[in-house]
């Protein structure tokens, strides 16, 4: 039941003892060759066919309730129910994401260990923080949630409007503070860059997470929070506080007359996706078959609202819009951890 192959990499050292320098592989050597090639595609997928033979373990960088084990845990019991075998969340928490994105990453590539990240772990942290892995260490398999960031402003401010506040913060260079879910989250990340698109000048203040800046936002405490929507979602009629714009490039259906923050600022754009991902060699075929699963459930109607009570937009994407999302957010993020002052690694 951990039957894998692999013997495309025999296949050419196999290549390499045969071949004599400056002749001709013999015939019978090449067609070989291609035979162990094509049983090892054979065996591959009949290896592929006969997964899952156990549960499965998922990996979440964070901790039990957040908003990312919360989207875990339910794709994570559809998608026993497709396979046919348990899905067991396991929360490894510790250096903003490292510690689990790492011990998946040194897995066994057999689909049996699988990842469920945010954005961070792709880019951010590995831009901030020493890690011993990189991206080609993963395989994007499917982001089944998408999580603008929502700006609000403490009540007290004296602005109404994405461009009241434009115009009040940079009238007063300095003065204004901004809270974060602590130094080098996303939430951090975006101020930062916010400020930086808009030209405005205002003073960080880092929070051991989202649910302490938020608090700080609701008594006073700092002027405007640049967070999840997941934490501010729920606060979104509370008298204490006005939002005044959203990262996504579209208005988000929870909030319609909330404008996105790229109307006013063309081109800003900033969210934190959620998804499953994979060591690198895991088998194609198994990849191919979670990235089907896992896309299907994600277009469930019942899932799609449970996704959207937490603030989170349901997506469906393969395998190569992943990636081409992970490597556009690159030089996005890039930017922001420039803006927000922060070492690149």
């Keep these: 039941d951990e039957m894998r192959v692999d013997l495309l990499p025999v296949c050419w050292g196999v290549l390499g003892l045969l071949k004599l320098k400056n002749r001709e592989l013999p015939r019978y050597s ?40 919360f989207q875990a845990r339910i794709m994570g019991e559809r998608l026993a129910a497709k396979l046919g075998q348990p899905i067991v969340i396991q929360n490894k928490t510790g250096a903003a994401g490292i510690v689990a ?5 040194h897995s066994k590539p057999d689909g049996y260990t699988l990842l469920f ?13 020493k890690v011993n892995y990189k991206l080609d260490d993963l395989i994007p398999i499917s982001a089944s949630g998408n999580g603008p960031m929502i700006l609000a402003v403490n009540a007290k401010m004296p602005v109404h409007s994405l461009k009241e506040f434009i115009d009040y913060v940079k009238a007063n260079p300095g003065k204004t503070t901004y809270a974060s879910a602590g130094v080098g989250s996303v939430a951090h990340l975006v101020g930062a860059l916010l ?11 880092p929070y051991r997470g989202g649910g302490p800046a938020v ?24 008298d204490n506080i006005r939002i005044l714009g959203v990262s996504t490039p579209k208005r988000m259906p929870q909030l319609p007359d909330v404008p996105a923050v790229n109307e006013m600022i063309p081109g800003f754009e900033m969210a934190a996706w959620q998804g499953f991902l994979a060591p690198a060699h895991t088998p194609q075929p198994i ?20 996704l959207a009570t937490a603030g989170v937009e349901a997506t469906s994407i393969n395998q ?7 490597r556009k957010e690159q030089d996005i993020y890039a930017e922001a951890v420039q803006a927000a002052g922060l070492k690149r690694n």
């Design 117 to 129: 990240a945010s954005s961070a772990q792709t880019t951010s942290v590995p831009m901030t923080e």
């Design 320 to 326: 190569a819009q992943f990636m081409e999302i992970i």
């Design 287 to 306: 990849i191919n078959r979670l990235e089907n699963e896992i896309s299907s459930i994600a277009k469930e109607p019942g899932i799609t609202k449970k």
């Design 30 to 69: 090449l067609l070989a060759i291609l035979t162990v090639v094509a049983l090892s595609a054979t065996l591959a997928e009949a290896a592929a066919q006969a997964w899952p033979q156990r549960p499965i373990m998922v990996v979440v960088p964070y901790p039990p309730g957040g908003t990312v084990d």
């Design 195 to 205: 400020v930086a698109r808009a030209g405005l000048q205002a003073l960080h203040v």
């Design 101 to 105: 994105t790492e011990f998946v990453v």
């Design 215 to 238: 608090a700080a936002l609701l008594g006073a405490q700092v002027d405007f929070y640049f967070g999840n929507s997941a934490d501010l979602l729920p606060h979104a009629k509370d």
